[in-house]
């Protein structure tokens, strides 16, 4: 399975963005997917999680009522839509695919991270 963050750029705060996330090979929609972000010198923060088992979804505090996270399964590809967007969402965001049991804010966890996507909010 191959991951490939895609749609990240340069908004204005209060703006918004969509994130997608094309996934490769198989198994991709047997696992619940995620979405992390980096800042330079900072560890990888959770965003978002889709599981597939009950279509539940899961935020971190920072991005809930902001970002959504939706799949499309026939495309093979994640989604994360963000509004509202502020000066402190700036960071390179991940997918990737949890492949372990335990808190879903775990990065270790997860496995096959794309790419990336640098997502840049001015004030």
């Known amino acids: 399975v191959q991951l490939q963050a895609s749609g990240g750029g340069l908004v204005q705060a209060g703006g918004s963005l969509r994130l997608s996330c094309a996934a490769s090979?198989?198994?991709?929609?047997?696992?619940?997917k995620g979405w992390f972000r980096q800042v330079a010198g900072k560890e990888r923060e959770f965003v978002a999680l889709?599981?597939?088992?009950?279509?539940?979804?899961f935020y971190a505090d920072s991005v809930k009522g902001r970002f959504t996270i939706s799949r499309d399964n026939a495309k093979n590809t994640l989604y994360l839509q963000m509004d509202s967007l502020k000066p402190e969402d700036t960071a390179v965001y991940y997918c990737?695919?949890?492949?372990?049991?335990?808190?879903?804010?775990?990065?270790?966890?997860?496995?096959?991270w794309g790419q990336g996507t640098l997502v840049t909010v001015s004030s």
């Open positions: 889709f599981d597939w088992r009950g279509a539940r979804t």
């Open positions: 090979g198989r198994a991709f929609s047997s696992f619940a």
């Open positions: 990737a695919i949890k492949i372990g049991s335990g808190s879903v804010s775990d990065a270790a966890l997860y496995r096959y």
